[in-house]
């Protein structure tokens, strides 16, 4: 077994060293206890901590040496001809050596200023010529300080890659693993997957080559190695383990990730949950649109839904994810965002929040009406893949998820209704308005799927809202966009109210 270990060291001489020394200091009576545990560590994909923790005393051993090369012969000589304690420094304190060279060139043994004493100043002579002689000395301390630091930022990362080492040696084939998920995710979102993907079972190429996969095991990492701030009840951090515990108002849930994860229908049932068939449908849908955004997931990004501003922006710009046509530029649909919010429609915002920066960026939004207590929708649009079923400018079911979660309805509730009486189109522009075109998939006059718990889109004529559309101002639509420095705003505010 000793020979097995080695050679998967092979390639990396100083884990191998690190290990030959923890077998060294081993008792020969525990050494094949202690080659079983390191050989089932490697075959679990799990680092095995005391070799680990021996890595980190020899790099730690290396630098110290390196470190006392440099002073201490030094701290020594300061300590034997300037015995002073007042500052309380120990021996090999380098901040002490430097506060005692400055006490002793300002000041005499009583404590004057060097300026100010006229008395015995012969006296001082020497040890002043000491000191400005030590000076040398200190200023190619603080030069060989920074060489220190830079050999400790090198040891550090030197440590990490190791580690790093460590988890990957547990993937036999690493480059094909890490081309399929370079394909999905940002090459910055790689080392981040595999660090956890082994033990969720995912351990060889085809196991990534499903985008839902991939989008799971982003979920993964963002609700389990994430840790986002409570927000409040306006915003929804948005994982399928969040987004189910509030459509089914029960924290009981926790969804089980990885190849052997039981199904989720299970699952729920563990929590008491009897999930319809309209709702398993839905989640499946979710998954496809996990991964869809895996593409542009982030290192220590979260997903936020805003349930607190339904707003629709005046100009939509930053919201136009797959080639959507409700631009400002847009000759088939610049004015679609301006006439649905006339008309009192609304919009659902996904934004990617990075943890560390605090920086909002639009991730999806969806248009609804709300209206008689009823909800309808067309779908959404997001940033990322647009693969199976279109689902980047559809997920009309996840949709209709999400909305049921915000406003407190079943999935049950939704169904395929009757879209807007109003043209899309080029239909629209020759009919009604040279300056605004519209293009919704709320209309009927297209071939998207509408859905609602009523029919409450069909009653949206030109007729009714003419006198509207002629009125609006054409020219907001070109406004600055401050949607997302907003709920940047918002998100600070409620993490100072609701965490401490």
């Not at 981040?192 to 085809?206: N, R, S």
């Not at 649109?289 to 839904?305: Q, T």
Request: proline content about 2%; overall charge negative.
């Amino acid at each position: 077994m000793k020979d097995t270990i080695l050679n998967m060291l092979e390639n990396e001489p100083l884990v191998k060293k690190a290990f030959l020394l923890l077998l060294d200091e081993t008792p020969e009576d525990k050494q094949d206890e202690l080659l079983k545990a390191i050989n089932a560590s490697f075959e679990k994909g799990e680092p095995y901590q005391a070799l680990e923790a021996r890595i980190d005393k020899m790099l730690t051993d290396e630098y110290t040496e390196e470190l006392k090369k440099g002073t201490k012969e030094s701290v020594y000589w300061l300590m034997e001809h300037f015995p002073l304690n007042e500052l309380g420094s120990d021996i090999g304190n380098i901040r002490g050596m430097d506060y005692r060279a400055l006490f002793l060139y300002q000041y005499d043994r009583n404590g004057h200023y060097f300026t100010d004493v006229n008395n015995d100043t012969k006296k001082w002579e020497g040890i002043k010529e000491e000191y400005r002689a030590f000076e040398k000395k200190i200023f190619a301390r603080i030069v060989l300080k920074k060489e220190f630091q830079k050999l400790e930022d090198k040891m550090k990362k030197r440590a990490e890659n190791l580690k790093e080492a460590l988890i990957y040696r547990k993937y036999d084939n690493i480059t094909s693993i890490r081309h399929e998920l370079e394909y999905k995710v940002p090459k910055r979102m790689v080392g981040e997957t595999l660090k956890y993907a082994h033990k969720l079972g995912y351990k060889k190429p085809e196991h990534f080559e499903e985008w839902e996969d991939v989008g799971m095991l982003c979920d993964y990492y963002r609700t389990h190695e994430l840790k986002a701030p409570n927000y409040g009840n306006t915003i929804l951090e948005v994982n399928m383990q969040n987004v189910l515990r509030k459509y089914y108002n029960n924290d009981n849930i926790v969804i089980e990730h990885g190849t052997q994860a039981p199904k989720l229908s299970k699952q729920l049932k563990k929590a008491g949950v009897t999930a319809t068939n309209e709702e398993l449908i839905a989640f499946n849908e979710f998954k496809q649109w996990l991964g869809c955004v895996a593409d542009v997931s982030r290192p220590n990004a979260v997903i936020l839904l805003d349930m607190g501003d339904f707003t629709i922006p005046d100009n939509v710009d930053n919201w136009a994810f797959q080639d959507s046509c409700n631009t400002s530029g847009s000759c088939a649909g610049n004015g679609t965002s301006l006439i649905l919010k006339a008309m009192g429609y609304k919009y659902l915002k996904l934004y990617r929040y990075d943890l560390d920066t605090e920086e909002a960026n639009p991730l999806a939004r969806a248009y609804f009406k709300a209206k008689y207590g009823e909800l309808a929708h067309a779908g959404m649009y997001s940033e990322g893949r647009n693969h199976t079923n279109r689902i980047g400018y559809t997920a009309y079911d996840f949709t209709s998820l999400l909305l049921a979660t915000v406003f407190k309805r079943k999935l049950k509730h939704f169904k395929k209704i009757a879209g807007q009486t109003i043209e899309s189109g080029l239909e629209f522009e020759d009919a009604y308005n040279k300056e605004m075109n519209y293009w919704s998939n709320m209309s009927g006059a297209n071939d998207y799927k509408t859905l609602g718990t009523a029919s409450i889109l069909e009653e949206d004529s030109y007729s009714k809202w003419a006198d509207v559309i002629h009125d609006l101002d054409s020219s907001i639509i070109t406004n600055y966009d401050d949607t997302a420095d907003k709920f940047e705003a918002r998100i600070k505010e409620l993490k100072e109210k609701f965490n401490d």
